[in-house]
């Protein structure tokens, strides 16, 4: 066996059905990266386990996934969005409506199962697989469970370290063996967090040790999970547990293979009209033709009234505009409001933000999930957090410099360097879909002028799918749902 399958025995291994979402093409042949296979087939060449990693990257392209909701609804949620209720869509996550949040729950566990199909096949390899195709694989695959699940996990329960105790009903079933079959489903409870976070923290290690050193694609290395996206991811989820020791490991790992990419003052908006941008250390790729609606559910249609940049007619969309509260946190010679401009028709009074306005092709772009300025932000927090003020200021300075911001005063620490750093990861970070888990998970309240939302009421938390509550009684749906 294997030394990098089956992480924890005591874990608990699960299936859920009316969860199985597969995708298909028509030849196993057929690996381009939009290309993929149902993993449940027999994977028994290495074009076939190929073709099955690409159908779980395939995942993140779903409209509730990174094709918009993980990018959208996190600022409609949140403070720094407007809507034009006008369409309609996603109004109800802007007024915080009971049951308007994310849902990922059947997408996200169709993908795990299909990852731990790829696990299994890995064990003992078909005939052909070498033994680096093989780390590859494994690599990619722990990386990707351990970006759905820490997105189930801050979706559906509570972060490591910001709870209401009462009505903390644990975090989301753990699912680490295949299920293949009806007669393979049990119907298992809520795990804690700290089993959820085990987890991710076990697949993020294995995956940097597989892919160090390693290159997966030559070309167009951002779009697969790589040892530098599973540091920066690791980064990131050692942030929500307050494990600053290990966001400072992690990041200066991340740095080290990423950190060049980070993209200056002159060409910081040029960089956001590229199809890849500069500093995407992990990216959500979309080729014409990748998502299921682009027309109405793009992140292009939900955030502009243009098809492109120099779109003069109106398009009949736009409807999640920039807040003024958000615009006017910026100053006027800060680099970054060159991403915004007014819209069109009746827009033209609107904050559009132009960070998604067809950069791949029309309605498609491709999203940035992990970029090296979030890692710096998140080494200057773990930094600041852990009285090391100095080494923190280096780090939020160079986000506010590459801004054309002077840098913070020598004399900036404790609180107020904190609230800065938090400042800089809003601005810097608005409309990629951060800013509601940052307020989440550091359990702050939501101010809004439309209606503010206290961290503990319910509404923070998104209610588990009523027909997965239905199907397994030991499956406690949120509170106040």
């Known amino acids: 066996m294997k030394t990098y399958t089956y992480i924890k025995q005591s874990i608990i291994a699960i299936g859920l059905t009316g969860s199985m979402l597969f995708s298909a093409c028509d030849s196993v042949l057929d690996v381009t990266p939009k290309q993929s296979i149902d993993s449940r087939e027999a994977l028994e060449s290495p074009e076939a386990i190929q073709a099955a990693i690409n159908s779980v990257y395939a995942y993140l392209r779903q409209t509730s996934q990174y094709g918009r909701d993980l990018v959208a609804i996190p600022e409609l949620l949140a403070d720094n969005t407007e809507h034009t209720n006008n369409p309609t869509a996603l109004y109800g996550q802007y007024r915080n409506q009971p049951g308007a949040h994310m849902g990922i729950w059947g997408s996200s566990y169709a993908a795990i199962n299909e990852i731990n199909n790829i696990l299994h096949v890995l064990e003992e390899p078909p005939v052909g697989v070498s033994e680096e195709f093989e780390e590859t694989i494994a690599g990619q695959a722990y990386f990707l469970r351990a970006l759905y699940y820490h997105n ?51 697949d993020l290690e294995m995956a940097f040790n597989l892919l160090e050193g390693k290159t997966v694609d030559g070309s167009d290395p951002e779009y697969y999970g790589s040892a530098a996206a599973a540091a920066s991811l690791f980064s990131r989820v050692a942030l929500y547990n307050e494990d600053f020791e290990r966001v400072i490991t992690e990041a200066d790992k991340a740095l080290e293979l990423s950190g060049g990419r980070f993209m200056g003052h002159d060409n910081y908006i040029a960089g956001w009209r590229q199809m890849k941008l500069p500093e995407s250390i992990f990216e959500v790729v979309f080729h014409l033709g990748d998502h299921s609606n682009p027309v109405n559910e793009s992140l292009r249609v939900t955030f502009t009234s243009r098809q492109t940049l120099s779109s003069t007619s109106f398009s009949n969309r736009g409807n999640v505009v920039v807040g003024d509260e958000l615009y006017e946190l910026y100053p006027a010679d800060d680099v970054r409001r060159g991403l915004f401009m007014n819209g069109l028709g009746r827009n033209a009074n609107r904050t559009e933000i132009t960070k998604f306005l067809s950069r791949s092709a029309i309605n498609h772009d491709n999203v940035p999930v992990i970029r090296v300025s979030e890692v710096y932000l998140n080494r200057a927090e773990a930094y600041a957090r852990s009285g090391m003020d100095e080494q923190a200021r280096q780090d939020v300075n160079r986000i506010r410099e590459r801004a054309g911001l002077n840098p913070v005063p020598e004399t900036l620490s404790g609180q107020g360097l904190i609230d ?62």
Do not use: C, W
């Open 420 to 481: 800065e750093i938090l400042l800089q990861r809003r601005l810097e970070l608005a409309f990629e879909g951060h800013r509601f888990f940052d307020l989440k998970r550091l359990g702050m309240d939501i101010i809004k002028p439309i209606g503010d939302v206290r961290f503990d009421e319910y509404r923070i938390l998104a209610p588990i799918p009523y027909s997965e509550v239905e199907r397994n009684g030991n499956l406690q749906q949120n509170f106040g749902y």
């Open 152 to 202: 189930l996990s801050r979706i559906y329960g509570y972060d490591p370290k910001s709870r209401i105790d009462e009505v903390d009903y644990g975090s989301v079933p753990l699912l680490v063996e295949p299920v293949l079959g009806t007669d393979q489903v049990t119907y298992p409870s809520r795990a804690d967090i700290e089993q959820i976070y085990e987890l991710i923290y076990d």
